[in-house]
Every structure is written in C-alpha cells, then in structure tokens.
C-alpha cells in the first residue's frame, strides 16, 4: 500500500535525481564546449572566413535581359568560368533596381560539365547539363530542378557602385575544390 509520504519521498528522489542529470548535462557540455571557443590562454578564437577578391564583371547599364556575360571569379583557373545574367525577374541573391541580376558558376555540381552555353532564357534557367541533364533554377538560388547533381550551383555574390557591378564572394563550393581559392 502506498502511503502520501512514499509519494513525498518519490517526488523529492526525481527532482534530486533531475537536478542531477540536468547539472551533469551542463558540466559535460560546458567542459566540451568551451575549450574549442576560448584557446589555452582564456582569449575568445577568431572564426576563419574566407576573403574573396572583389573583382568589377560589369555594368548595370551593359546587360540586356536574357543575354549572359561570361567571366572567371574567384580566379583566373580552369573551372571559376561563372555567368553574370540579367533576368527579367527578381532573383534570389539578385541585384539592382529590378533585384533581377545574378550570377553563377557554370559548372555542373554533379561532375563538372561545362554549362556557360546551356542558359535558357525563357525557363531562366542553366542547363540541361551535356553529361547528366541536370537543370538548375537562376530565380531561385541555383537549386536543382531536375538530373542527378544534389548541390545547388555556386552563386557569386554581387554589389553595385554606382553603374559598375563586382564580385564579393561564393556560396557554396565549385566543383572539384575543397576550398573555392585554391585549386
């Protein structure tokens, strides 16, 4: 027969015994947490972040819907081949008045198909790929619409001053590369 004070003592064991598990949890999390943030000496570590070039690919006053300007970024090497297109639209990621400019790698992410002369205007999209017939979407970040890649194209990110437009950065890895920079 349980009496009230078993239950007393039941309840008082499970928060004795949650306080535990809960001040266990927060010891082992701080302990294993904290050293990767703060090095021997106590001092906060810097996140690394890749510094890209900014490099002028162009002029708003240049573009003409629907027609590609080629160019290579983040560097000069096989495979940075990338896409500066006006749209029509806006775009995710896009620049300018209309928010409709933007610009890709044109390397497949599947295997690394050449695609700068796959643009097709009226779908705004880049592709079918030569090797797989992958397609990708320019309005909507890169995403795969259809084929076998599973990675987005890498975007190049853009900023205007005045009429001139420059690459700033990537997201996301180009084909083939551990680290867009380096080849």
Not at 52 to 64: A, D, E, H, T, V
Not at 89 to 99: K, L, T, V, W
Not at 108 to 135: I, N, W
């Amino acid at each position: 027969m349980v009496t009230h004070d078993d239950d007393k003592r039941t309840a008082k064991f499970c928060r004795g015994r949650r306080a535990f598990l809960i001040g266990s949890g927060a010891t082992i999390a701080g302990t294993m947490l904290l050293p990767p943030l703060f090095g021997m000496d106590g001092k906060a570590l810097a996140a690394e972040v890749a510094r890209y070039p900014n490099m002028r690919i162009g002029s708003l006053s240049q573009l003409k819907r629907g027609k590609p300007l080629r160019f290579r970024y983040p560097n000069d090497v096989a495979g940075s081949a990338s896409l500066l297109i006006k749209l029509g639209e806006p775009a995710g990621g896009g620049i300018g008045p209309d928010r409709d400019i933007v610009a890709f790698n044109s390397m497949c992410t599947h295997m690394g198909a050449p695609m700068s002369g796959s643009y097709q205007a009226e779908h705004q999209v880049l592709g079918p790929c030569p090797f797989h017939q992958t397609t990708f979407d320019l309005t909507r970040h890169g995403i795969v619409i259809s084929g076998h890649a599973t990675e987005s194209l890498p975007q190049v990110l853009l900023e205007t001053q005045g009429d001139d437009i420059y690459a700033v950065g990537l997201i996301g890895l180009i084909y083939g590369r551990y680290d867009n920079l380096k080849t």
